[in-house]
């Protein structure tokens, strides 16, 4: 079995601050961990992936995600936000232990202010 | 490359009328699904396919049908809609070991039944 819980369905952040948006994980066997990225009336983008390699993911646009196993966690970070970064946020995960359908989190909406 | 093409990108039907939404692939992929997406509520999986002519349910499967007859398509069928089926609804594909690759979305259907 697998689950993924988005910590914060909300994260509000000034332009040229950094953002934090909060992901853990139950998994039976090895994770694999994703995020994703949709802009407003848009199909979902792959940020970047962890897939039992290095512990720091470094993805696109910026944005990394570090694997912690011992937290279950895998948060998304980005050390300075841009306006074009406001957009809904998920995170995914999948198991080698099933068939690797993967469960969606319930996003978080990231909101930059000017 | 197209990617996952989705038709339509809207559509609005009246209750008890039914239609199908189409997705087509042009990756080879051998896994589809098709998921839908509720407010707050992340996304859902309805059914998945592991090849052509191989499909099963997901988390959400009643009041909709699917069917692969080619590794391209995996069109998704709403019989008899009902309200409740408002939504968006996105189809996806990867690779076999899809935790490697990622997966890729198309652009969405939204669903509205009135």
């Known amino acids: 079995a697998q689950s993924v819980t988005q910590l914060d369905s909300h994260v509000s952040v000034s332009e040229g601050t950094p953002v934090l948006l909060r992901c853990n994980y139950s998994?039976?066997?090895?994770?694999?961990l994703f995020w994703y990225v949709q802009h407003p009336n848009k199909g979902l983008q792959l940020l970047l992936k962890?897939?039992?390699?290095?512990?720091l993911v470094k993805g696109i646009n910026g944005f990394e995600a570090e694997f912690k196993k011992s937290e279950t966690s895998f948060h998304l970070t980005k050390p300075s936000a841009h306006m074009s970064d406001a957009a809904e946020y998920f995170c995914?995960?999948?198991?080698?232990?099933?068939?690797?359908?993967?469960?969606f989190g319930r996003g978080t909406s990231l909101i930059v202010h000017p | 490359n197209a990617g996952v093409t989705q038709t339509p990108k809207f559509r609005i039907l009246k209750i008890g009328q039914s239609m199908t939404l189409q997705c087509t692939q042009d990756?080879?992929?051998?896994?589809m699904y098709w998921y839908r997406q509720d407010p707050g509520m992340g996304l859902k999986l309805i059914y998945y396919?592991?090849?052509?002519?191989?499909?099963d349910k997901g988390e959400v499967p009643n009041g909709y049908n699917v069917s692969r007859s080619t590794t391209e398509d995996f069109p998704l069928r709403l019989e008899l809609a009902a309200p409740s089926q408002t939504s968006v609804y996105f189809c996806?594909?990867?690779?076999?070991?899809?935790?490697?690759?990622?997966?890729?979305f198309g652009s969405g259907t939204r669903l509205t039944v009135v």
């Open positions: 990756m080879n992929h051998n896994y």
């Open positions: 396919s592991v090849g052509a002519g191989i499909t």
């Open positions: 962890y897939t039992s390699a290095a512990t």
């Open positions: 996806a594909s990867s690779r076999e070991t899809g935790d490697n690759y990622g997966y890729t």
């Open positions: 995914v995960v999948t198991t080698s232990g099933g068939s690797y359908i993967p469960t």
């Open positions: 998994s039976s066997y090895s994770p694999s």
